[in-house]
């Protein structure tokens, strides 16, 4: 049985990458997969039929967590009510909303003097709601991608890191994060965060997944939480439980291992909005540029061009002060480095919104675009 | 006609001008009073502490040129001995010994590097600390100076120019040396020679002088490894295929000697300056391959 064409033509269209399987570990045939996925509802009998590679094709993106794929206006309708269900639950797993509202982004030298709770140093900034991961990216699912053939897409990676994809191996030289070995990640990390990945390698994977990587003031919105009160200032949290630190509830130097762990520990340390593990584990690549923020009258700030943003710390990380919702670092784009992962984003407004609670009036209101951070 | 002045005679304060104590470092007389020692500059409360505890402490050097990352390797060391759990610990000696420590992390956490350790020995950092150790059921008493790079290589060219480092360096019982690693990987041949130099002269003063191989254990640490992760896989192989003079130097002369690697900032940015230059800013602080090195040494000295 082939892939109808009718649903090929969709997706290819709209994201090529969804079909195109060139280096998939053990290639299954479509044929041989079950016609029927069990767990469907019952669909009533003057509904058309899916067709069963369809239905195979969308259970699989599932089982990639590709659902937001699913979710985009343009194919949301090809989902059988059981799929759609099913999506949605994958959605409610996999994701947090963030609510719009205000978020300020400080210095890191504010963090000096044991943060600015109240945020009126800067002009607040006003995103629009989104969905965020409620897990860094793990190995098991990056495992999804490079099985997929993810490095060898090239529609996925931006076209200036195309001459670098080749070099984007593991340690036997398979297409891979860095510290992989023959294309798998290390036994029994499956569930660790994926690191060795270059900012390259995470927009690549999350533009696979259907997804983005959120901006800086995406990230801090998440974790600080803040609280916009008529007539006051901004009210942010310096850690996503509170104000204190707490090394019993995040991965850091001296409260963990020395090394990552699943991204499901260190459940005490999550934020308001369910987001696991903000601070601690690994650091995690937004989308913007990291740009040296200075004010002292002899030094230019000089951009970095090749440097993009990462935030929330490491299991490494030494100083409480850099593990904040506010403090931002930077790597360059290129590194590969041991202790800083991603996790995925998705605007609100990017998703058809089937959710009767997520009418206007229940949430935030949707906006055509996502606000940047400040560079 | 003579009118008497009546003074009165504080005699006794004489007495700690006539009271002789040794300097820790050199080895000379001082008076009881002298803040630092008048002949080598090095702080007096290490001799007095000395005398106090009846013991004799053991002397750790950490060399290298001017900007390898001495201070910020000894401040983040002594830090991080003091606050982890570990079997190795530290407690400070005093409130000098916790400056070193103080000025780098605070530097640190500002994302900068500290300032430059000036040239003149009596503003240098000394850390005089007690070493717990699970072998030795009584503390040891441990001075790690933090010394500066340019005055280092003055008295290996000038031999006897800085009298405290030359005492140093014939007195200590284990050798920190701190290579640039991100030199190295970029062809500069200058930390070779640098290092091999150092060495060379550290053989000469050495207590077993006598010795073709000296006996002294020599820690020797690329610093800023995170820019040249390379380092961390294989300290030695690094060791040969960039600095193979200093190998070489190493294998000769030195029985006891280990390559490490060490990385303090996770990451650094380059800030250029109103004068042309550029200026290396710590973007976090993520210590690596700190504490290694000098477990090592104190298990080859204790």
Request: with cysteine; net charge negative.
């Given at each position: 049985m082939r892939i109808p064409k009718r649903m090929c033509g969709t997706l290819l269209s709209a994201y090529s990458t969804a079909c195109c399987r060139r280096k998939a570990p053990a290639p299954e045939p479509i044929e041989a997969l079950p016609e029927a996925v069990p767990d469907l509802p019952e669909l009533s009998v003057d509904k058309p039929l899916k067709p069963a590679g369809e239905q195979s094709l969308i259970d699989e993106m599932l089982s990639q967590s590709r659902y937001a794929l699913l979710l985009r206006p343009q194919i949301i309708g090809n989902l059988t009510p059981g799929q759609l269900i099913r999506t949605q639950a994958a959605l409610a797993d996999g994701m947090c909303l963030v609510p719009s509202g205000e978020v300020v982004l400080h210095?890191?030298?504010?963090?000096?003097?044991?943060?600015?709770?109240?945020?009126?140093r800067r002009t607040p900034l006003r995103i629009d709601a989104y969905y965020l991961d409620r897990y860094p990216a793990t190995n098991a699912q990056f495992q999804q991608f490079v099985a997929c053939g993810g490095y060898e897409q090239l529609a996925i990676w931006d076209q200036e890191i195309w001459p670098a994809v080749l070099d984007f191996v593991d340690q036997t030289g398979h297409p891979g994060p860095r510290f992989w070995r023959k294309g798998g990640y290390p036994n029994?990390?499956?569930?660790h965060p994926v690191v060795g990945i270059c900012w390259y390698e995470a927009r690549a994977y999350a533009r696979w997944a259907g997804k983005r990587l959120g901006t800086d003031a995406e990230w801090v919105k998440a974790g600080s939480w803040p609280v916009s009160m008529a007539g006051h200032p901004l009210l942010e949290r310096r850690y996503p439980w509170g104000d204190a630190m707490d090394r019993e509830r995040a991965n850091l130097w001296g409260s963990g291992p020395g090394r990552t762990v699943s991204v499901d520990q260190f459940p005490l340390g999550v934020s308001v909005g369910g987001v696991h593990q903000l601070i601690g584990n690994v650091w995690e690549w937004t989308a913007d540029a990291f740009i040296l923020e200075d004010?002292?009258?002899?030094t230019n700030a000089a951009p970095q061009p090749k440097m993009k943003s990462v935030r929330g710390g490491a299991y490494d990380t030494y100083l409480d002060t850099q593990a904040t919702c506010q403090f931002r670092s930077g790597d360059y784009a290129l590194a590969r480095k041991h202790n800083i992962g991603f996790r995925c984003a998705i605007g609100m407004?990017?998703?058809?919104?089937?959710?009767?609670?997520?009418e206007p009036g229940h949430l935030p209101q949707e906006s055509p675009a996502i606000a940047e951070a400040p560079r | 006609m003579n009118r008497g002045i009546a003074l009165e005679l504080d005699s006794y304060r004489l007495a700690q001008h006539v009271g002789h104590i040794a300097c820790l470092i050199c080895e000379q007389g001082n008076t009881?009073?002298?803040?630092?020692?008048?002949?080598?500059?090095?702080?007096?409360i290490l001799a007095h502490q000395a005398q106090s505890q009846k013991v004799n402490p053991i002397i750790f050097a950490a060399l290298g040129p001017s900007g390898v990352g001495k201070t910020v390797y000894l401040g983040m060391l002594l830090d991080m001995m003091s606050r982890r759990p570990h079997e190795l610990q530290v407690s400070a000696r005093g409130g000098f010994s916790v400056t070193l420590q103080q000025t780098t992390l605070a530097a640190l956490a500002r994302c900068e590097f500290p300032s430059k350790t000036p040239n003149e020995p009596d503003r240098w950092n000394w850390a005089h600390c007690q070493l717990h150790t699970p072998r030795n059921p009584l503390p040891i008493e441990l001075v790690i100076p933090d010394i500066a790079g340019e005055a280092l290589f003055q008295e290996v060219d000038h031999p006897r120019s800085y009298q405290v480092i030359h005492s140093l360096l014939s007195r200590s019982d284990g050798v920190l040396v701190l290579i640039d690693g991100t030199k190295l990987q970029s062809g500069s041949l200058d930390e070779d020679y640098f290092t091999m130099k150092l060495l060379s002269h550290l053989n000469e003063v050495g207590r077993d002088s006598k010795n073709d191989r000296g006996a002294r254990p020599v820690a020797l640490i690329f610093s800023k490894a995170d820019q040249c992760e390379s380092c961390f896989d294989d300290p030695t192989g690094y060791a040969e295929r960039h600095a193979p003079g200093l190998w070489r130097v190493c294998q000769q002369r030195f029985r006891k000697h280990r390559f490490f690697a060490a990385g303090v900032a996770g990451a650094c940015a380059q800030r250029a300056t109103h004068g042309g230059g550029l200026q290396s800013i710590p973007l976090r602080v993520e210590p690596r391959g700190i504490v290694e090195p000098f477990e090592w040494l104190v298990e080859n000295v204790i």
């Open positions: 210095p890191s030298a504010d963090d000096e003097d044991g943060g600015n709770r109240f945020s009126n029994g990390e499956a569930n004010a002292a009258p002899e407004c990017d998703l058809k919104n089937t959710d009767s609670s997520a | 009881l009073d002298a803040d630092v020692c008048r002949h080598c500059f090095a702080p007096m």
